[in-house]
């Protein structure tokens, strides 16, 4: 008995055509992929429709700190980064979600949205007109009054500096005259 070659399995299959056939394998690779970071990041983000004026208002009845808005594109190796490896960590996500409503916008959308003052932008003109942001990732955060109080720009090196980044804004200390967020994590 001969083994079967790649083309004697493939001839019965030739009716069908290439384009379905690759569907068909993409579809398969996909659903045999392990679970990625939209799985992982499922119920990270709090506001889908990218309201803020409305996520300041939440944030201040459920008396959180703020918003904590994540500025990022798709190709961006530092916002996979954080994604996957910091957002995922379960502590980072316990703590946000005691202190944080959490948005993430994209730096090149076209998607409209509501910034903290009411007005209707795109994403993307929110992120550059409004905030400058150029380079990815940009991390926000919001005070219950809609007042950029923090910028962030850059990855954090791990979960962990990243949950001091948020307790250096959760706590207040950002406010103290000539704090920052290095002299904060020196202190702890």
């Not at 990625?36 to 009845?61: H, M, N, Y």
């Not at 202190?99 to 009411?118: L, Q, R």
């Not at 001091?164 to 002299?183: H, I």
Request: proline fraction near 7%; hydrophobic fraction near 40%; charge should be negative.
């Amino acid at each position: 008995m001969t083994r079967p070659t790649l083309t004697k399995l493939a001839k019965p299959l030739r009716w069908i055509g290439a384009a379905p056939i690759l569907a068909l394998l993409m579809a398969m690779g996909l659903a045999f992929a392990p679970a990625g970071q939209a799985q992982e990041l499922e119920g990270f983000w709090d506001d889908p429709f990218k309201d803020l004026q409305a996520d300041v208002e939440q944030a201040r009845d459920e008396g959180k700190a703020g918003v904590f808005a994540f500025f990022e594109m798709d190709e961006c190796p530092f916002c996979h980064r954080m994604k996957t490896q910091v957002f995922t960590d379960p502590e980072v996500q316990e703590y946000i979600k005691e202190h944080f409503v959490t948005v993430s916008i994209d730096i090149e959308g076209d998607v409209m949205m509501t910034a903290p003052d009411g007005e209707q932008i795109k994403e993307k003109d929110f992120a550059f007109k409004k905030y400058r942001v150029r380079a990815t990732p940009v991390m926000i955060f919001f005070d219950t009054e809609g007042e950029p109080a923090l910028r962030y720009t850059g990855p954090t090196q791990s979960p962990e500096e990243f949950q001091q980044l948020m307790a250096f804004f959760a706590s207040g200390a950002y406010k103290e005259p000539g704090m920052n967020f290095f002299k904060y994590k020196k202190q702890q």
